[in-house]
């Protein structure tokens, strides 16, 4: 896609929201981690209901450590994989009290380290929590960008890669943002809303669903 369609793209998915977040609620790093670590293959919502109970009671490293991994799962047994990923919590929680002096690092690497941690999530932590540039590219990115044309790839990191170098400078920290919504409430997986989608005309998607006209 051209470096014209790419600013006109962004520039209009930024008319339409024009400070974009991420729907996971949290007020902290640290709790934007246990919330992103909690998200995989689960819904936001179902997080966001399973931490509002949780972090009134235990927002730290060391009041999730106090907690334990039993006390931790009777707050979050409604999201899938919870044995695992309260496993993976608390274990992340007794590194960043040994290493971190309980804060969340603001590295890849050291994030990467940390249990239940992979390069999305500490995408999502360095771009949400610090303002870091950075673009996580989940399952409705890796859609949107391959069928707009805007940075296709065959695997996740290839078009990471390529959106680190096709998404213009001044839209690269909400990207992420702009893109995941789009992706989630009109270019969905099985019916992209194409009618009513703000850059239909720049989309390369041969197989666009039709308007009332069919058009
Ligand atoms: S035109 Fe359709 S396929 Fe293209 S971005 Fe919009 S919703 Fe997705």
Redesign the pocket.
């Known amino acids: 896609m051209k470096l014209a369609d790419r600013q006109e793209l962004f520039s209009r998915l930024a008319e339409l929201n024009p400070k974009p977040t991420t729907e996971l609620e949290y007020s902290t790093p640290f709790e934007l981690l246990v919330a992103v670590t909690l998200s995989a293959q689960a819904t936001d919502v179902g997080v966001n209901k399973a931490t509002r109970r949780l972090f009134p009671v235990a927002n730290t490293p060391q009041a999730i450590l106090a907690l334990g991994e039993e006390g931790l799962k009777s707050y979050i047994s409604t999201i899938g994989l919870y044995n695992a990923k309260a496993a993976n919590v608390v274990a992340a929680c007794r590194i960043l009290v040994e290493k971190h002096g309980g804060e969340v690092p603001r590295d890849r690497e050291s994030l990467e380290a940390l249990p239940g941690v992979g390069r999305k999530t500490a995408n999502v932590v360095l771009n949400t929590a610090f303002g870091e540039p950075t673009i996580a590219v989940d399952t409705h990115i890796f859609r949107?960008a391959n069928?707009?044309g805007l940075a296709p790839g065959k695997t996740v990191r290839a078009v990471e890669d390529k959106l680190m170098k096709a998404v213009p400078a001044q839209y690269r920290l909400d990207a992420h943002h702009w893109l995941i919504l789009h992706g989630r409430y009109?270019?969905k997986a099985r019916k992209?809303?194409?009618p009513n989608?703000v850059?239909?005309d720049l989309?390369r998607?041969r197989d666009?669903?039709p308007g009332p006209a069919g058009r």
Do not use: E, F, L, S
Request: hydrophobic share 20%.
């Open positions: 949107v069928r707009t009109v270019c992209p809303d194409c989608c850059i239909r989309c998607y666009k669903t």
